[in-house]
């Protein structure tokens, strides 16, 4: 590089910048083409000259992504001096340099991390959220990095973040030992981090020596004087691995794939969920378009009966004789009766509580699905209701009492059954024991299609 240019660079001097242009209009294209440079652009990062260091970064990109004979990136090397007013004008620039793998594979996150700069931490997150992804050679997450450096502030920073975007998943992570964060944090002592992921992490995860974090508070002598670390592992399940069953161990990765699909995975097979087609979302539209107007038309028909119902009441005379052609009946009990009165309420029924089971696999798993769930429960009991009222019990008292037992049932079966197979399918995904890192997109794919989903039909 020519010594003028290093030299400006080293003093923030823009004015010498451009006159070192003027003479060589290729002077920046020519630094481009270089894999591995101590450009003006690093030195003026390094220095905190973040004038200078923008109207580089403007002129040739390209140099932004860089790196140094040492392996740092203009951003690394403003991280590790401090210049972090030169790091937030780096970030307008381009937000993929967040992403930009030093040495070590190390990431700005992760240097953010270790110094600790929370606010600037919480803004990387922000602007590229994928950041958080990002793996050193150790395949170590920014929150393994946290807890290893005892950096707490960042660890909450992380934690916080990961739980707003639904992505705690990557607490399981592995590094190259397999330990995952909270392996690392009962390893080292760390109370309060064990308190805060007790809740969030599989704590019967095995590293690759087979040890489970309990295994890990009882193998380290030097803080195993922590006892507040032992009852919260054993308060929240925590075993050690000679005590876990084989029946109820931790399910591996392989095990998993040749298991039988579940009814969740059923589901997302048929409707094309799991692709990248976008038919799989208009699949699911389609067939909840037709269930709720299925379950609409069916519960309307329960309020508005063929025949309707009678206006007044009726109590025949024992002397007369029309008695044997009119019955007695109450004003708004149903004027159907008999067997046409047993088919009509059986069929519709069905119809109803089928196009509402329809509904509810549908929705499950899926953003407020827990709200939607409440009120199809309600919905069923307003159904229910509005029959018991209107049902001529007098007459049908027996078949009445049975009608509405066989409803509790069904009603029963139609919210738990759904609830029970995503229940059971998501118990399955957050008990594979596997290194997740990459692994992970595949085991968080119905949360990512859940995101995807909701963006679509918005």
Not at 106 to 121: G, Y
Not at 148 to 160: E, S
Not at 173 to 201: F, M, P
Not at 236 to 250: D, F, M, R, V, Y
Request: hydrophobic residues 40%; proline residues 4%.
């Amino acid at each position: 590089m020519d010594e003028m240019l290093r030299q400006a660079a080293k003093e923030g001097d823009v004015a010498s910048l451009y006159a070192l242009l003027a003479q060589d209009p290729h002077l920046l294209l020519n630094l481009e083409r270089v894999p591995f440079l101590d450009s003006p652009l690093h030195l003026a990062a390094s220095a905190g000259h973040t004038l200078f260091a923008m109207e580089v970064a403007t002129l040739a990109p390209a140099l932004a992504s860089k790196l140094d004979s040492v392996g740092l990136s203009p951003m690394h090397l403003a991280l590790r001096n401090c210049r972090i007013q030169t790091v937030r004008a780096l970030m307008t620039v381009d937000e993929d340099l967040l992403r930009v793998r030093g040495r070590d594979r190390v990431t700005p996150l992760h240097l953010a991390v270790e110094i600790e700069e929370t606010e600037l931490l919480a803004e990387f997150l922000c602007l590229c959220p994928s950041v958080i992804t990002d793996l050193t050679s150790r395949c170590e997450t920014a929150v393994h990095i946290a807890v290893k450096k005892c950096r707490f502030d960042a660890f909450r920073v992380l934690l916080g973040w990961l739980i707003r975007v639904n992505m705690e998943e990557v607490l399981n992570w592995k590094d190259e030992d397999g330990n995952t964060v909270l392996h690392i944090a009962v390893g080292s002592g760390q109370a309060e981090v064990v308190k805060l992921l007790i809740k969030q992490v599989n704590v019967n995860s095995r590293n690759f020596d087979s040890h489970t974090p309990l295994d890990m508070y009882y193998l380290d002598n030097q803080h195993s004087q922590n006892k507040q670390i032992e009852k919260l592992l054993c308060s929240a399940g925590g075993k050690t691995s000679s005590n876990i069953p084989k029946s109820s161990s931790s399910m591996t990765l392989s095990r998993y794939l040749s298991r039988n699909l579940s009814f969740i995975e059923r589901r997302d097979k048929y409707l094309g969920i799991r692709t990248n087609y976008s038919w799989g979302s208009e699949l699911r539209n389609e067939i909840l378009v037709v269930a709720i107007l299925t379950a609409t038309a069916t519960y309307q028909a329960s309020l508005s009966p063929p025949g309707g119902y009678w206006q007044d009441n009726y109590d025949p005379p024992t002397n007369s004789t029309q008695g044997r052609y009119l019955k007695p009946h109450r004003a708004g009990e149903m004027v159907m009766e008999g067997p046409n009165l047993f088919y009509f309420l059986s069929f519709n029924t069905v119809a109803f509580f089928t196009s509402i089971c329809t509904i509810l696999i549908l929705i499950v798993g899926l953003p407020c699905a827990r709200m939607l769930m409440v009120s199809v429960c309600f919905l069923l009991m307003t159904y229910y209701a509005s029959l018991r009222n209107n049902f001529p019990s007098e007459a049908y008292k027996l078949a009445g009492f049975s009608l509405g037992l066989a409803m509790y049932v069904m009603a029963l079966l139609v919210f738990m059954f759904p609830v029970v197979a995503f229940k059971r399918h998501e118990w399955l995904k957050d008990h594979i024991d596997s290194p997740r890192r990459r692994l992970g997109d595949f085991i968080r794919e119905h949360r990512v299609t859940r995101r995807r989903y909701v963006e679509e039909t918005e």
